[in-house]
């Protein structure tokens, strides 16, 4: 009588790297939404400010610059698509904040695949009525509003 012995690794690494293949979709797909920080913080005033450029929504962007935001020199409407900001560090003040974010801007074209370039800079923050307001953002998220100079 022959018995035929059939070869179960196969099937066994195909069934392996099934489940290895679910727990990282499964990972990817529960990381979910960012946690945003505390709007009265000036950690969350970045981060809802840095949202609402990302969007273009230069309005919601405007309601978290002080009066005297700093002056822009000609009109500059950030692309955000291709853009990732990070806090680093905030140092926070009785009445002035400056909070330090990373900025990665990256580019999925080009001869060798995406690139990525990051910088740090910081937005500059002054208390206003209990609350806090953009007075200095870096050049990559600042919202200027077309012949106005200012803001």
């Known amino acids: 009588m022959n018995s035929v012995r059939r070869d179960?690794?196969?099937?066994?690494?195909?069934?392996?790297?099934?489940?290895?293949?679910?727990?990282?979709?499964?990972?990817?797909?529960?990381?979910?939404?960012?946690?945003?920080l505390d709007a009265s913080t000036p950690g969350g005033v970045v981060q809802r400010y840095s949202a609402a450029v990302i969007e273009g929504d230069e309005e919601a962007a405007a309601a978290y610059l002080a009066e005297q935001s700093e002056p822009c020199d000609?009109?500059?409407t950030p692309t955000g698509d291709n853009l990732r900001i990070s806090l680093v560090a905030t140092r926070?003040?009785?009445?002035?904040?400056?909070?330090?974010?990373?900025?990665?801007?990256?580019?999925?074209?080009?001869?060798?695949?995406?690139?990525?370039?990051e910088s740090r800079d910081?937005?500059?923050?002054?208390?206003?009525?209990?609350?806090?307001?953009?007075e200095r953002a870096p050049w990559q998220l600042r919202v200027c509003e077309a012949g106005s100079g200012v803001r």
């Open 8 to 36: 179960r690794t196969l099937p066994i690494l195909l069934a392996v790297l099934g489940l290895l293949v679910v727990v990282a979709l499964a990972v990817v797909f529960s990381r979910g939404d960012v946690k945003l």
């Open 122 to 134: 910081e937005f500059g923050l002054v208390r206003v009525n209990g609350g806090w307001l953009i």
């Open 92 to 117: 926070e003040r009785e009445n002035t904040a400056d909070v330090e974010v990373s900025i990665v801007t990256f580019d999925a074209g080009g001869p060798f695949g995406s690139s990525e370039y």
């Open 74 to 76: 000609e009109f500059h």
